[in-house]
């Protein structure tokens, strides 16, 4: 998850609260300096960490508390909400209209991933159902339309731009009337950006911004710039109506909680965050349910909005309603995780669950090696994906030779296989054919004991041991629109493959 770090280090100073037998001031100020320490090596500015200090300190006043309150609840609550207040400026951005034209225009300096964030924000907003195009108005940056170009065409959207003309303010103005025209809901206009913060840019991007009469100005940032952001989200504000920031770079950055709470103390909004180069790291931002994720909390709105975006097939819950697992649902799962994101993102989101419950650096070799497996999977013949058990050798040697990989890796996928089928077995009983997760609630010692077996010893214990298996069992049947085909991939795949 972003600033992964960072949420281990605060999570780790609330729990060394909760272990002390008393909780006295001593043990109170204690904490906040720890996390005061961890803030400070994410780059979140002074003033802004001591504020949270005070703020802490004068709500936990414990000689003032009522008696029989929780006080290491409290601590914690506290500083939830303070850590919230840091990120939130309370604003909210712009709210499109549906079947009316509304122009959002790109604004920051180069090298912010400011062209590429334009693509991810289309797709994002593609796959909501709306209507959206994209106009390139960068006549700065040599290859910009060459780039806005090769994006839009991978993601399917409209698009429009000049090799020729080199006045930004007539190509934006003549884009946005001709999709405007043509009855589009996003028009999306990238303008050029610069290696600092001069006049000629600020006068360029004031002309563009009245020609196109933007109904949204979005100021994309890079996240690894850390506080510094502060002066440079100010500045673009003092110019034109920025209304929301998207900051990039988030992908495990260190400085990326210094942006975070630099650009919030602009007062505007941040909606997104750019985490990886891929069209599909791009994550929304909601600052309690961000700082809930990053303290372990999870957020169980978000991943059911995930779960949503997949499409379970009738067939596969029927048979895992039956006990029946075969290769073919296997590389349905695979192709399900690969959906949803990142694999410590959706981690994320399950409470309870710590930062590191996939090892660092493992992430990247785990999605490569499910893309591995799926295209072990594409070299099987139609009957071989409908097998519910191991194949023989002949048929393994045969699937390596034509998938290029080795015996090996082809075994490594039947042993995967052989787990995931075992735990389908044990749990397809309590699956109910219309697939209501909320029959997995009521689980009996036995039936979760069935279940544990098929996960590994190590990731079981990451879990919680069966006490956070059962907690996840239950979460999961409060989730709204889950099935069970979204269930393996999530809570066992770590295990699975060893």
Same mark, same amino acid.
């Given at each position: 998850?972003?600033?992964?770090?960072?949420?281990?280090?605060?999570?780790?100073?609330?729990?060394?609260?909760?272990?002390?037998?008393?909780?006295?001031?001593?043990?109170?100020?204690?904490?906040?300096?720890?996390?005061?320490?961890?803030?400070?090596?994410?780059?979140?500015?002074?003033?802004?960490?001591?504020?949270?200090?005070?703020n802490c300190r004068r709500q936990l006043t414990l000689d003032e508390l009522p008696a029989g309150v929780n006080?290491?609840?409290?601590?914690?609550?506290?500083?939830?909400?303070?850590?919230?207040?840091?990120?939130?400026?309370?604003?909210?951005?712009?709210?499109?209209?549906?079947?009316?034209?509304?122009?959002?225009?790109?604004?920051?300096?180069?090298?912010?991933?400011?062209?590429?964030?334009?693509?991810?924000?289309?797709?994002y907003l593609k796959k909501k159902g709306w209507r959206c195009c994209l106009v390139c108005a960068d006549t700065f940056r040599a290859g910009a339309f060459a780039q806005l170009r090769q994006n839009a065409e991978r993601i399917g959207i409209p698009?429009?731009?000049?090799?020729?003309?080199?006045?930004?303010? *007539?190509?934006? &103005?003549?884009?946005?009337?001709?999709?405007?025209?043509?009855?589009?809901? $996003? #028009? @999306?206009?990238?303008?050029? +950006?610069?290696?600092?913060?001069?006049?000629?840019?600020?006068?360029?991007?004031?002309?563009?911004?009245?020609?196109?009469?933007?109904?949204?100005?979005?100021?994309?940032?890079?996240?690894?710039?850390?506080?510094? *952001?502060?002066? &440079?989200?100010?500045?673009?504000?003092?110019?034109?109506?920025?209304?929301? $920031? #998207? @900051?990039?770079?988030?992908? +495990?950055?260190?400085?990326?909680?210094?942006?975070?709470?630099?650009?919030?103390?602009t007062g505007s909004p941040i909606t997104f965050l750019g985490t990886g180069e891929m069209f599909d790291d791009f994550e929304t931002f909601n600052p309690r349910s961000f700082v809930t994720r990053l303290l372990g909390g999870g957020d169980l709105k978000a991943l059911a909005e995930a779960v949503d975006q997949i499409k379970v097939q009738p067939a596969m819950v029927s048979r895992m309603a039956k006990g029946i697992f075969t290769f073919r649902d296997l590389r349905d799962q695979f192709e399900n995780v690969l959906k949803m994101g990142s694999l410590g993102k959706v981690m994320s989101m399950l409470p309870g669950f710590s930062q590191d419950i996939l090892p660092k650096g493992s992430e990247k070799e785990e999605v490569?090696?499910?893309?591995?497996?799926?295209?072990?999977?594409?070299?099987?013949?139609?009957?071989?994906?409908?097998?519910?058990?191991?194949?023989?050798?002949?048929?393994?040697?045969?699937?390596?030779?034509?998938?290029?990989?080795?015996?090996?890796?082809?075994?490594?996928?039947?042993?995967?296989?052989?787990?995931?089928?075992?735990?389908?077995?044990?749990?397809g009983g309590m699956i109910p054919k219309g697939g209501d997760l909320n029959a997995m609630k009521g689980m009996n010692p036995s039936q979760m004991a069935n279940l544990a077996k098929g996960i590994h010893p190590g990731i079981l214990q990451k879990m919680g041991g069966m006490g956070g298996l059962q907690s996840m069992m239950r979460q999961f049947g409060n989730m709204k629109g889950g099935g069970p085909g979204g269930m393996p991939d999530m809570s066992q795949f770590g295990g699975m493959f060893g």
């Open positions: 998850m972003v600033l992964g770090e960072l949420g281990s280090k605060i999570t780790q100073a609330l729990r060394r609260l909760n272990n002390q037998l008393t909780v006295d001031d001593a043990a109170v100020n204690a904490v906040l300096q720890d996390i005061a320490r961890a803030l400070i090596q994410a780059d979140v500015r002074i003033q802004q960490v001591k504020e949270l200090q005070d006080v290491r609840k409290l601590v914690s609550q506290t500083v939830t909400n303070e850590l919230i207040r840091i990120i939130d400026p309370g604003r909210h951005p712009y709210r499109m209209r549906r079947g009316e034209s509304n122009v959002i225009m790109f604004v920051g300096l180069q090298g912010s991933g400011k062209t590429t964030t334009c693509a991810k924000y289309a797709s698009y429009t731009g000049s090799t020729t003309e080199t006045n930004p303010v *007539a190509i934006a &103005q003549q884009g946005v009337e001709m999709f405007r025209s043509k009855g589009y809901e $996003v #028009i @999306i206009v990238d303008t050029s +950006g610069r290696h600092t913060q001069d006049t000629e840019l600020f006068e360029e991007m004031e002309q563009v911004y009245r020609a196109v009469h933007a109904d949204e100005v979005i100021f994309v940032m890079d996240g690894s710039i850390g506080q510094a *952001a502060y002066n &440079q989200a100010s500045g673009f504000k003092q110019k034109v109506d920025v209304g929301s $920031v #998207i @900051i990039t770079k988030m992908d +495990g950055h260190a400085k990326g909680g210094g942006a975070l709470s630099a650009v919030a103390a490569a090696r499910v893309r591995g497996f799926m295209c072990i999977m594409d070299s099987m013949t139609q009957a071989e994906l409908g097998s519910s058990k191991p194949l023989a050798a002949s048929r393994i040697a045969r699937i390596a030779r034509g998938s290029g990989h080795s015996v090996r890796e082809v075994n490594d996928l039947m042993t995967g296989f052989k787990r995931f089928a075992q735990t389908i077995g044990n749990i």
